[in-house]
Nanobody
Framework: QVQLDESGGGLVQTGGSLRLSCAAS????????MGWYRQAPGQQRELVAQ??????????NYADAVKGRFTISRENAKDTVYLQMNSLKPEDTAVYYC????????????????WGQGTQVTVSS
């Protein structure tokens, strides 16, 4: 009932920039949070950045490794989240996954966690 479409990954040199986009579509009633995770080969998936906007609860969280270099933003009218990545390092190389905490409406309300298919980011040294 929900699809997350990611774009913007690619190959970049150290110090370069990339911008990831993730658009949510489907039977969306409320988006409680949207964010980005990444998984490098042989590593666990980890949170990169997240925007929470859930009634009285709101905020932005960043992994320590990306603070000051990455910026997450959300365009509510388009149900889209962006990740601007600057000063990229080889250790940022990973598959980046969009994640969203969404309540959908069908014949009832269902809240669930959704994932995109992943987009590869490769930073060459």
């Amino acid at each position: 009932q929900v699809q997350l479409d990611e774009s913007g990954g690619g190959l970049v040199q150290t110090g370069g920039s990339l911008r990831l986009s993730c658009a949510a579509s489907g039977s969306i009633f409320t988006i409680h949070a949207m964010g980005w995770y990444r998984q490098a080969p042989g590593q666990q998936r980890e949170l990169v950045a997240q925007i929470i906007s859930d009634g009285t609860i709101s905020g932005i969280n960043y992994a320590d490794a990306v603070k000051g270099r990455f910026t997450i933003s959300r365009e509510n009218a388009k149900d889209t989240v962006y990740l601007q990545m600057n000063s990229l390092k080889p250790e940022d190389t990973a598959v980046y996954y969009c994640n969203a905490d969404i309540t959908i409406i069908t014949n009832t309300f269902i809240r669930d966690d959704y994932w995109g298919q992943g987009t590869q980011v490769t930073v060459s040294s």
